[in-house]
């Protein structure tokens, strides 16, 4: 089967720490560092006309960012709109529902939404009312399946559910969920600013399981300030014991000069590298002993998971949202600064409600920047797709694809990945590089490998990959 090497994750500390730099996440290459501020809702538009001409009533995904959030988390990288004030909410949803009648206009209903999320922020923040309200215009718009058979998901904070909010969420179609809990201890928690007991998680974990959803993510976070093995050990207990589909365990990024709200953590409270590193082993070994497959990234799932199951089948596939079950369709992304891919092109929309506010007022699209795919970004896009989603890249499908030779294509690159074999990382062959179980925790590393772009820009600002 073609996810028995997720089974098996080698933690090599000598390697780990000697590989452990910055690089991108990857959920889309070339990543939103190279998107260009010219490329224009005109760029767009060309791009929605060529993919309406060669994928007739091929399926849509669709993202809504809804970026309000009642209290700040100071851990938090998101763009958001912290505020007490619900009634915000309302004239951006006006807005929002203005964009999703532009966007709708250029695609048509023919095509069916197989995949729907939304995304913030905190979307649970909006009333009962405005959740109805926002599918309805969806509905309106788009082809939404009334059969259940979508991946309809939202995340969820579970101190932002109201009462009968579980109920409604899934007679509108929602089948999916992601809960944000990032860790159970008070100290923690009191210095991330996230306080969330185990009772409102279980609570809101039932609810949803009582209402039929299918697949439930619980969020976690390693790296946060008074974290410590012992203490991180009882989250995972806890967490364990709450079964879970699937869990996203991610690394903390401390970058206080990009994001303002982490300038409020106490940098002599966070855990050091070696425990940080400790903690991750203490994941890996909880998580597969309770029977959870690595699926690459941070992510594990079950092995009857929608995700362990698309691994398996080779049908995973990774975007703005992480790894998902979807093939490579249009993904149209609605809100401030919600990323979307049509055709062989990215888009962004503006940052900011002011400017979202101002140009939906004035009729346009919020678009606010973008890139163009030439024939080597698609080409390398697709080598470090494979990769991610199945720790495998198979050269003659790549070749005949292509119309290349791996080895003539990527020379330099072949002398990393033959360094890369030497430390165990990899196994290169004729027709096949395969990333071994001491590889699959720095995929990130072997992946950047092929980023033609890594280290030309100057506004290139990743995380540690571990």
Excluded at 206 to 211: F, M, Q
């Amino acid at each position: 089967m073609k996810n028995e090497a997720t089974k098996h994750v080698v933690f090599d500390v000598d390697l780990i720490r000697r590989y452990d730099k910055s690089g991108p996440r990857y959920t889309s290459y070339p990543t939103a560092v190279q998107f260009l501020d010219d490329f224009s809702a005109a760029d767009y538009k060309e791009a929605i006309k060529n993919s309406q001409r060669d994928n007739t009533g091929a399926p849509l995904s669709l993202y809504f960012h809804l970026p309000f959030c009642n209290t700040v988390c100071f851990y938090c990288a998101c763009n958001k709109v912290v505020t007490k004030h619900r009634e915000r909410a309302a004239p951006y949803l006006k807005n929002l529902y203005q964009e999703i009648a532009m966007q709708a206009a250029l695609f048509g209903k023919q095509r069916p939404v197989t995949q729907l999320h939304w995304g913030g922020g905190t979307p649970s923040f909006i009333s009962n009312t405005e959740m109805k309200q926002l599918m309805a215009e969806t509905g309106k718009h788009f082809h939404l399946l009334d059969d259940d058979s979508g991946e309809y998901s939202i995340e969820i904070d579970p101190r932002e559910v109201a009462t009968g909010t579980i109920s409604v969420l899934r007679s509108l179609g929602f089948n999916r969920a992601s809960l944000g809990v990032q860790d159970f201890d008070a100290k923690v928690q009191k210095a991330v600013n996230r306080i969330q007991s185990e009772d409102i998680t279980t609570t809101v974990l039932k609810d949803l399981r009582g209402h039929g959803f299918r697949s439930i993510n619980l969020d976690l976070i390693y790296g946060l300030p008074l974290q410590s093995v012992r203490s991180f050990g009882e989250t995972l207990k806890k967490i364990i014991d709450m079964d879970p589909d699937r869990l996203s365990v991610f690394n903390y990024a401390h970058l206080p000069t990009l994001f303002k709200p982490q300038r409020r953590i106490n940098e002599a409270d966070l855990p050091s590298a070696e425990e940080k590193l400790e903690i991750l082993q203490l994941i890996i070994e909880q998580l597969t002993a309770a029977g959870y497959l690595y699926i690459g990234m941070d992510h594990f799932a079950k092995p009857n998971d929608e995700l362990a199951l698309a691994q398996a089948q080779g049908g995973l596939y990774r975007n703005f949202q992480g790894y998902s079950t979807q093939a490579d369709c249009d993904l149209v992304a609605m809100g401030i600064t919600a990323i979307g891919k049509v055709g062989d092109c990215y888009v962004q929309n503006v940052r900011t409600i002011e400017e979202y506010d101002q140009m939906i007022g004035a009729g346009n699209l919020p678009v606010t920047r973008g890139l163009l795919l030439n024939q080597d970004d698609k080409l390398r896009r697709h080598v470090i797709t494979e990769l991610m989603c199945h720790f495998r890249l198979d050269f003659s499908q790549l070749e005949k694809a292509q119309d290349i030779n791996f080895y003539e294509y990527f020379p330099g690159e072949v002398e990393t990945l033959i360094d890369m074999e030497k430390d165990g990382l990899i196994s290169l062959a004729d027709d096949e590089l395969i990333v071994r179980p001491a590889g699959r925790l720095l995929i990130r590393n072997i992946c950047m490998t092929f980023d033609r772009y890594l280290g030309h820009s100057k506004n290139q600002r990743f995380s540690k990959v571990i």
